[in-house]
T-cell receptor, first 114, second 113 residues
Framework: EADIYQTPRYLVIGTGKKITLECSQT?????MYWYQQDPGMELHLIHY???????EKGDLSSESTVSRIRTEHFPLTLESARPSHTSQYLC?????????????FGNGTRLTVT | AQTVTQSQPEMSVQEAETVTLSCTYD???????LFWYKQPPSRQMILVIR??????QNATENRFSVNFQKAAKSFSLKISDSQLGDAAMYFC??????????FGQGTRLTINP
C-alpha cells in the first residue's frame, strides 16, 4: 500500500504549458526527493529536501522547481514544458535518521509533452 | 565521488532456479549503506534488502541474500527459487551518512516459466 501519493499518474500536455506534479506522503518523513527516469533506465536525482523550507538541486540539471512549505507535500513545477521533459517522474521520501532508512517511492507520473 | 555500477543490463533465469545480480561501487568512506531496490513493471519501486558496511554478516531476507565483499567493493544480490513475481528492474544503491542515495544503472531480470 502506498503511503506516498503522486498525481496525476499520466499527463499529456502541449509545449509551453505550465505543469505541477503533486507528491504527498503521510509518514511524516523529513526527506523527500524527485527522480527522473526514462522507461527501464537509471534514476537521476533532480531535487531533494531535508525538511520544510529546505530544497536542493540534484545531480541532473533540470528546468523544474520545487517547494516544501509543508512536511507532507513536495510539488514539482515546470514553468514551460518541452518535449525534452517527456519522462517518468518518481517522488520518494525517507526518514532523516537513521541514515540507512529506505526510500519509499510513489507510483510515478508519466509525462508526455507534445 | 560515489559511483555505483551494474554491469548486467539484462539477466534471465528459469523459474525455481537461482540468479545473482552484480553491483560494484566506489567510495572513499569506511562507513556507508548499500541497498537493492526492485521496480516491477508499472509498479512502485520497493526496497528488497539493505546492508550496513560495518556489518560483516551478509544480509538475508527470505529468498534474497547479498554477498558483500567490502575490500572488493562488491555487493551482489542472490535470488533463490526464482518466482515469476521476481521479474523486475533491480537497482543497486549506496549512501554515506546523511548524503543522498546514488543508484546504479539497473538490471532487468526476466523469469522464464
Amino acid at each position: 500500500e502506498a503511503d506516498i501519493y503522486q498525481t496525476p499518474r499520466y499527463l499529456v500536455i502541449g509545449t509551453g504549458k505550465k505543469i505541477t506534479l503533486e507528491c504527498s506522503q503521510t509518514m511524516g518523513h523529513d526527506k523527500m526527493y524527485w527522480y527522473q527516469q526514462d522507461p527501464g533506465m537509471e534514476l537521476h536525482l533532480i531535487h531533494y529536501s531535508y525538511g520544510v523550507n529546505s530544497t536542493e538541486k540534484g545531480d541532473l540539471s533540470s528546468e523544474s522547481t520545487v517547494s516544501r512549505i509543508r512536511t507532507e507535500h513536495f510539488p514539482l513545477t515546470l514553468e514551460s514544458a518541452r518535449p525534452s521533459h517527456t519522462s517518468q517522474y518518481l517522488c520518494a521520501s525517507s526518514l532523516r535518521i537513521p541514515y540507512n532508512s529506505p526510500l519509499h517511492f510513489g507510483n510515478g507520473t508519466r509525462l508526455t509533452v507534445t | 565521488a560515489q559511483t555505483v555500477t551494474q554491469s548486467q543490463p539484462e539477466m534471465s533465469v528459469q523459474e525455481a532456479e537461482t540468479v545473482t545480480l552484480s553491483c560494484t561501487y566506489d567510495t572513499s568512506e569506511s562507513d556507508y549503506y548499500l541497498f537493492w531496490y526492485k521496480q516491477p513493471p508499472s509498479r512502485q519501486m520497493i526496497l528488497v534488502i539493505r546492508q550496513e558496511a560495518y556489518k560483516q554478516q551478509n544480509a538475508t531476507e527470505n529468498r534474497f541474500s547479498v554477498n558483500f565483499q567490502k575490500a572488493a567493493k562488491s555487493f551482489s544480490l542472490k535470488i533463490s527459487d526464482s518466482q515469476l513475481g521476481d521479474a523486475a528492474m533491480y537497482f543497486c544503491a549506496q549512501s554515506q551518512g546523511a548524503q543522498k542515495l546514488v543508484f546504479g544503472q539497473g538490471t532487468r531480470l526476466t523469469i522464464n516459466p
